[in-house]
């Protein structure tokens, strides 16, 4: 399921369209995610500060922050820029907290893309934030496995127990050390790219996603509104973030 579909010929879009929507939810009582938006190189960040830890917004807006600054993400040509960028992201919260009292504890999620000349998407993450590609003949695809630890059962064959699936196995900030785990795809004429926090994925089904994008706006901003809304729908436990981005030629 995780693995690239088959290249297909290049085409020169002429331009990247973006948008954003967030929303705090119906039940907490602070929105703790953060997310970037670059349009100039097709770059786009989410990252969902941990619930149930200290500073969630104020861990996943630095982590966001750092990212925005990053030189090496000024010209990505593979992903493993976008890994190391993540990395250097939790270097910087772990060296933060090493200072700061009131900060010990801070963890977040983050997921990050862009789309480069010739097309590509490149990305990475590490957390349970989600990135998936929509296309009208193909469908909903998501390219990132949750690092969860009911992921992580599933994968090797072991009985899940309750609560797995919010038991992080990868996140930044944590004093972890880790690799982000990295891919890429070829996009096709007006593919979107979706990437987003799990205030939506936990209570919205890839289906309801996919039906909610078939029947889109061609406005993305209404887009991603409506992908917030579906979230709501569902309850609203959490914080819902929504990035698109779709490659256009006219």
Sequence with gaps: MFDDPAPVPALNFNRLTLAAQTHQGLVRAHN???FFLRESDGLLAIADGLGGYRHGGFCSQMAIDHLAQNPALLSVTDADQIAEAIKDCNLALINH???????QGMRTTMTCAAIIPGNKLLYAWAGDSRIYRFSHRD?????TRDHTLLEEKTQTGRRPSPGDAHILT????GNQVFEAARGHLQLEKNDLVLLTTDGLTNVASDYDIETALRTAHTDLET???SLVELGLSGG???????LLCRAERD
Excluded at 139 to 143: C, I, N, T, V
Excluded at 236 to 242: A, H, W
Aim: no cysteine.
């Design 32 to 34: 703790e995610d953060a």
């Design 97 to 103: 907290q090493k200072g700061s009292r009131e900060h």
């Design 139 to 143: 469908g909903l695809l998501q390219l």
């Design 170 to 173: 990868k996140s930044l900030g």
């Design 223 to 225: 887009t991603a509104a």
């Design 236 to 242: 609203g436990p959490d914080n819902i973030t929504v």
